[in-house]
């Protein structure tokens, strides 16, 4: 990086993703309470172990090596909030 101007231009790449990953994160999360209501009717956990490892194992081969720590972390942090937004839509279910 050579100057003030290239930073400004790489927040701005930064700004954009972050639109983007808001809005899938919010769809996302849209799918995940749906997952909860169905869970609820049918008596299942919430949290579904198996799913998660096979999702984080798609992750890791998905992305680049040196990535794979941290694109593990980043989706395992994300379905721990969408087990937590799953058990707050449950209980204003309730
Ligand atoms: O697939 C499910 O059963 C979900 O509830 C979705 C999800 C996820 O965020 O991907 C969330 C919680 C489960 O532990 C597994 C996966």
Do not use: W
Request: aromatic content about 6%; overall charge negative.
């Amino acid at each position: 990086m050579e100057n003030k101007s290239d930073l400004t231009a790489l927040r701005a790449a930064i700004d954009e993703i972050d639109r983007q990953l808001l809005d899938l994160f919010c769809q996302r999360m849209e799918v995940v309470a749906q997952v909860g209501l169905y869970k609820k009717a049918q008596g299942l956990p919430v949290l579904h172990p198996a799913r998660e490892q096979e999702i984080l194992e798609r992750v890791r081969h998905n992305c680049p090596d040196e990535m794979g720590d941290y694109a593990s972390d980043y989706f395992a942090q994300m379905m721990r909030i969408s087990r937590e937004y799953q058990q707050h839509i449950l209980k204003g279910e309730q």
